[in-house]
């Protein structure tokens, strides 16, 4: 538009100094032609001269004429450049209405998302609030929450939903439409699933793959520990399938049902059935029996009949097991119970069941101390080397699983209760509920109603997993009766999920399998907490004692969080995936407050090194006294050092040769605890920093920086305060270009490529801590006065005011490792993520107590918080990494009905891009 104002204008000008020159060519040529002819008609001198003065009065007339015309064409001008800058003035004005239109257009499409946002976080808490809430449908929710506008609000929706939503491990599709049942074998490797008359199909648990399948005519009895053998009873027949051949191993008569056992080492199988010859109707005809048989050899080790208590009852074995070794098998029938000897052939413990009920499950104990036998009414615990029972008392239900522990102290129970169709309606009969013993004082130390689908002991000290029909996998700590983690297993809401069939708990409770029409699914058991919190503490019979925590600090890999107490120092290491504590030791034989100040990992993470030592008294016996602690982690190997003052902070080289301690002097060390030199060693030290190349140490001191080269300890360079007062807090860019000191209530920046003082930054108070960005353009105070006040301070150098100034009282802050975000801590219970650019908060968290301090976990995905006293968080913080853990964990996107219930203000699109529609 502005250039073809602009031409219009040129050309109007153009177009009135042709038809101006035009003009006066005309005037001039009409003038000269009256010139011409007076000149022809005067004659002689006196005429000449009369002539001469007319030309001259033409000519002035002329002048006045092209003066006039000239003032004509500066007019003409001057009216076109109007013109343009009248165009130019109009344009500026309609570009800055188009800008400011644009901003409200954009500020209303941030209202908007904002609003959809908020919208579908409600929604998604309306979800899981429902008595059987979807958790995809409100995790997808949240998800979508979060994509339109990541705020505090959407985010702590997606954690809420996502901290409940267990982690995809295998998903097979439409691998096994006729499977009514699934079983994991003992060892979990396998996971067999079958429908009854169908098809027998054995699935690798790590692959997804299928191993083997077969037809069957019948209903699965039992899976061997490999998943090779599977016994069917297709009756009249009962048939043991060697899956790993594809062929029958062997075949038995049965008449009224059978139940078989597999020996752990799957070399043997026990059964046990009722014969009835040529379908005679004629009881006394018919026999019951229990044999053993090797299914390698195809030798028949036991054929025993079974002699009935009662006639009226059925004497054949309604469950059978083997112990741990093969060497002793049992069985249960309505009116007792068996053991049997398998090398000598003979029945070596018979004790009498009193259930009145089908027994249900029958267990050895690891140890062969007890053989536990429980029914829908009732347990028996037999104590096998007494020969006596042990009471039980336990609910009624449907036994799910039965378990000793792996030292045979523990025992462990799940019932269920069964639904029936009565002439009435449906009505109900036993419990759901898991319960655990302790065997050495017979008491029940848990019980934990409604976790009723199956159970087990994990194969961790104190630990058991279960999952209840409504789909919640529960992790227990058993002996401290506390609940540790809680998932949600997709299990659609069609399933009724009753005994165990459609849902199969592996034996470590590790995996959890799940058929809805054909579609089989594999859970792990591992939660995601997006916030979960750790007690260092010991626990001494009922007495619990807080380490009283110093300090913490990442393993390189992020995969460790260790924590450092101040009474005993106590060093814990947590796994960061899952909150649950790996090791721990004691620092030393140090004595409060001799105890770790500050603690880091070499950076291949071999070495763990800790500064401690007891703080400055005012007491005159009080000798100040501090020591380094160098631990190699795998094979434990301790070098301690000794330092005159308590270490206030220690930093490795960046290729990890050599760490550098500050005590009451800088020295730097090997891994073998060698000295290598020392930098300024008369005057104590506050700080150290590496140069980036692991060249120099910078070495800060109340009166001095100095930069020593490492080897030597030469002093290279010293900086000073410039206005005569105490350095009391340091920090090295890290391009190692910019290093920020802090003297009173200033910080000075110099510029080290240049060897100049940049700028002065004045804090509200004396920093004690300083963080420089990666760019050197960001600095970050922490500031406080003898009264304990504070601010923790953001500015971008070179302005006059901080972007922000957040008051304190014993806070902390930490820039994440990409330096977009700061993590502060006010010293209250709360911790705030913000931009670091322009102070947008991000997220926050709280933690039970008061947070002291705070560091990023190495790729900046963690928040580590550690409280005053006793507790540590681990927070996943950043929304993003939130919505790939869900996608991860999700098996599908919102379908068509659901957009348009719960977003349908714009076109559909997938939430997870790789996941499926429904």
Same mark, same amino acid.
């Given at each position: ?28 040529? &009409? ?38 015309? +000239? ?26 209405? &188009? ?50 506008? @990541? ?17 995809? @491990? ?56 490999? /998943? ?64 053993? *048989? ?108 039965? &378990? ?222 501090? /020591? ?116 009173? *209530?200033?910080? +000075?920046?110099?510029?080290? *490529? ?56 014993? /806070? ?40 002291? &301090? ?65």
């Amino acid at each position: 538009m502005k250039r073809a104002s602009v031409g219009l204008l040129i050309g109007v000008v153009i177009v009135s100094l042709i038809f101006a020159f035009a003009v006066f060519v005309q005037q001039e040529k &009409q003038k000269q032609e009256v010139l011409d002819a007076r000149a022809t008609a005067v004659t002689g001198s006196n005429l000449y001269g009369t002539a001469e003065a007319e030309r001259e009065m033409v000519a002035g007339t002329a002048v006045a004429l092209a003066t006039t015309l +000239h003032e004509q064409q500066i007019e003409t001008t001057a009216v076109a450049e109007t013109a343009v800058a009248n165009v130019t003035t109009l344009e500026e004005t309609l570009a800055e209405s &188009q800008t400011q239109q644009a901003n409200v257009e954009s500020e209303l499409y941030e209202q908007q998302q904002n609003a959809l946002a908020n919208k579908l976080a409600l929604s998604s808490y309306q979800v899981r609030e429902r008595s059987y809430p979807d958790w995809q449908l409100s995790t997808l929710l949240a998800v979508e929450a979060v994509n339109h506008a @990541a705020s505090i609000e959407t985010t702590a929706a997606l954690a809420n939903s996502l901290e409940l939503l267990s982690n995809l @491990a295998m998903n097979m599709e439409g691998v096994h439409p006729d499977a009514t049942e699934l079983m994991f074998s003992q060892d979990g490797s396998s996971l067999l699933a079958w429908g009854w008359r169908k098809e027998a199909v054995l699935w690798d648990v790590s692959t997804g793959e299928q191993l083997f399948s077969t037809p069957i005519k019948g209903e699965g009895r039992g899976l061997s520990s490999d /998943g090779c053998f599977l016994a069917v009873e297709n009756w009249p027949i009962l048939d043991i399938i060697d899956m790993c051949r594809g062929e029958t191993a062997f075949s038995a008569p049965t008449r009224f049902g059978s139940s078989v056992a597999f020996s752990p080492d799957n070399q043997l199988l026990a059964y046990s059935t009722t014969v009835v010859p040529d379908d005679s109707e004629d009881v006394s005809t018919w026999w019951e029996f229990f044999a053993v *048989q090797n299914l390698q050899s195809g030798e028949e080790i036991i054929k025993e009949k079974i002699t009935p208590v009662d006639e009226r009852i059925s004497a054949a074995y309604k469950v059978l097991t083997f112990n741990a070794d093969g060497s002793l098998v049992a069985g249960a029938n309505l009116d007792e119970v068996h053991v049997w000897d398998v090398s000598t052939k003979r029945i070596i413990t018979k004790f009498a069941n009193p259930m009145n009920y089908w027994p249900e499950k029958l267990v050895f104990s690891p140890d062969n101390t007890y053989l536990a036998v429980v029914g829908f009414n009732g347990a028996i615990l037999w104590n096998l080397s007494l020969n006596q029972p042990v009471p039980l008392e336990t609910f009624t239900g449907g036994t799910q699983s039965t &378990q000793f522990s792996s030292d045979s102290r523990y025992l462990l129970i799940t019932k269920q209760e069964y639904e029936d169709a009565g002439e009435y309606g449906n009505w109900y009969e036993g419990y759901d509920v898991t319960q655990v013993w302790d065997l050495e004082s017979g008491e029940e130390i848990l019980s934990l109603p409604g976790l009723g689908v199956s159970a087990s002991f994990t194969g961790e000290d104190g630990l058991l997993a279960g999952i209840d029909r409504r789909g919640f996998y529960q992790v227990w700590n058993f002996l401290e009766r506390r609940l540790i983690s809680q998932t949600v297993v997709n299990i659609p809401q069609s399933h009724n999920i009753g005994p165990l069939r459609q849902i199969a708990l592996s034996s470590d409770g590790k995996l959890v399998a799940v058929n809805h029409q054909g579609n089989i699914s594999l859970w792990s058991s591992e939660s995601f907490q997006p916030l979960q919190t750790l007690y260092p503490m010991r626990v001494d019979a009922d007495r619990r004692t807080p380490d009283d925590l110093q300090t913490i600090a990442f393993s390189p890999d992020g995969t460790i969080l260790v924590t450092g107490g101040i009474i005993r120092g106590d060093i814990r290491f947590w796994d960061t995936s899952n909150g649950r504590e790996l090791d721990n030791y004691q620092a030393g034989e140090f004595s409060y407050p001799d105890s770790p100040h500050v603690i880091i990992y070499s950076p291949d993470g071999k070495y763990l090194v800790l500064g401690n030592g007891n703080f400055p008294n005012p007491a005159p016996d009080w000798r100040e006294s501090g /020591g380094t602690i160098i631990q190699h982690l795998a094979t434990n190997t301790v070098i301690t050092l000794t330092h005159g003052a308590w270490v206030k902070n220690l930093v490795f080289s960046a290729d990890g040769r050599y760490f550098a301690t500050a005590s009451d002097k800088a020295e730097v060390w090997d891994l073998n605890g060698q000295a290598i030199s020392t930098c300024l060693p008369e005057e104590s030290s506050l700080d150290i920093a590496f140069s980036p190349d692991g060249e120099n140490l910078f070495t800060l001191t109340p009166d001095q920086v100095g930069v020593c080269h490492v080897d030597s300890g030469e002093v290279l360079k010293e900086y000073f305060p410039p206005n005569n007062g105490k350095f009391t807090a340091m920090d090295l860019s890290e391009n190692g270009r910019f290093l920020a000191v802090s003297e009173g *209530q200033t910080v +000075h920046i110099w510029d080290r *490529q240049i060897n100049e003082l940049v700028t002065d930054i004045a804090t509200t108070f004396p920093a004690d801590k300083l963080q420089l960005s990666s760019d050197g353009k960001y600095l970050i105070a922490r500031s406080r006065n003898e009264f304990r006040q504070g601010f923790i301070e953001v500015w971008k150098i070179g302005d006059e005011r901080p972007l922000l100034s957040i008051p304190h009282s014993f /806070g902390d802050f930490a820039l994440s490792p990409d330096g977009q975000v700061i993590a502060i801590a006010d010293g209250s219970n709360v911790v705030r993520v913000l931009s670091l650019f322009h102070g947008h908060e991000i997220n926050r968290v709280k933690l039970e107590e008061n947070i002291e &301090q705070v560091i990023f976990r190495p790729d900046g995905k963690q928040l580590a918080l550690r409280g005053r006293r006793e507790t540590v968080g681990l927070w996943y913080w950043n929304a993003s990494d939130l919505v790939a853990e869900a996608c991860s964990r999700l098996t599908r996107n919102l379908s068509a009905d659901e957009w348009y219930t719960y977003v349908d203000s714009e076109p559909y699109h997938l939430t997870c891009p790789e996941l499926r529609i429904p």
